[in-house]
């Protein structure tokens, strides 16, 4: 595509224009056919005494199609992404001003959440009408003091989302590997990375009850590693040890499942069972059926013999200090 003329450009910014919002044509890209708007001022509830940055941008998609992008940044906290993408531009800016800001940020003791959404037509409906739209999750990131969280949706295919945690500064925490996995099955056990570690969300259903779910298990993550982080890590132990053991036992499935075959293989000789019999058959050719549905499965199941969950010794989830 060419880079955007005069001409188009007085025609794409007329609708903000109207609402008395101003290109910026220093800060737009011409040959990318982005335009991006002064930025404004706004104020948040949940964030008293916070300036709050929101930036608007249009992008040419071509075919008479446009992704409209507004940028919500608190000053010190994430930032939260509304996007929408239609053939009318005044109908996206109304799309997108009809959602508040607040709607995509929560808060409360310890921790903050901004989440980055898009907004989609609801199943059968096809209208501009902002009554038929939802916001479908593609990130949140969570805040606590010295621990940020990132789930992508995006990022992995089918029911599973990727986390990231970072420490700030990096490195300055030790964390079980079984902090969000205790919240039940949908979280995996965390594992390191460069900068942090990393673990998946499971999420099933479609659209909107996915995004639905999907905020209900962030905001449960918020609340969860807040209280963690406030308490010594003897605490984390205490009053989660019957959760703490059921994760031991869902890591320890893999593994048992295989040594279960192994046995019963062994004993086969010992049950004296005919060679026609479907329970020989079904115990012989066991290994590579579980082979099979393994990397049939969404996750690769780990084979590993998990660690017993054992109370901490140590006084502060900070790594500097130990009892």
Not at 30 to 35: H, I, T
Not at 148 to 158: C, E, F, K, M, P
Not at 273 to 286: D, H, K
Not at 302 to 308: A, D, M, R
């Amino acid at each position: 595509m060419h880079p955007l003329t005069h001409h188009e450009i007085l025609g794409l910014v007329a609708p903000f224009t109207r609402r008395g919002r101003q290109v910026d044509l220093g800060a737009s890209n011409r040959m990318e056919r982005q335009l991006l708007f002064r930025p404004a001022e706004c104020r948040l509830e949940c964030l008293p005494g916070v300036a709050v940055r929101e930036t608007i941008m249009l992008a040419d998609l071509g075919e008479s199609r446009y992704r409209l992008t507004r940028q919500l940044a608190p000053e010190g906290f994430p930032e939260a992404r509304l996007q929408a993408e239609g053939a009318d531009i005044g109908v996206l800016l109304g799309q997108v001003e009809a959602v508040p800001p607040a709607r995509q940020f929560r808060t409360g003791a310890g921790f903050l959440i901004a989440y980055s959404h898009e907004l989609h037509h609801t199943a059968l409906a096809a209208t501009d009408d902002s009554s038929a739209l939802h916001l479908v999750v593609e990130a949140a990131e969570i805040c606590w003091e010295g621990l940020i969280l990132r789930i992508d949706t995006t990022s992995v295919a089918g029911t599973l989302a990727d986390v990231e945690l970072r420490a700030v500064p990096d490195g300055a925490l030790e964390l079980p590997q079984d902090l969000l996995a205790v919240l039940g099955w949908q979280w995996t056990r965390l594992t390191e990375r460069d900068r942090g570690w990393g673990c998946r969300l499971r999420i099933k259903g479609r659209e909107p009850a996915r995004s639905a779910r999907i905020e209900q298990q962030v905001e449960s993550a918020a609340r969860h590693v807040a209280l963690t982080l406030a308490e010594p890590p003897p605490r984390f132990h205490e009053r989660l040890r019957a959760a703490r053991w059921g994760v031991f036992l869902r890591r320890a499935v893999p593994v048992l499942t295989c040594i279960a075959v192994v046995v019963a293989a062994a004993l086969v000789p010992k049950l004296h069972l005919a060679e026609g019999s479907g329970l020989r058959a079904l115990i012989f050719n066991a290994p590579p059926v579980l082979m099979m549905l393994f990397f049939c499965l969404h996750e690769v199941p780990t084979i590993e013999i998990p660690p017993l969950p054992r109370r901490s010794a140590r006084t502060t989830w900070r790594k500097a200090e130990v009892a």
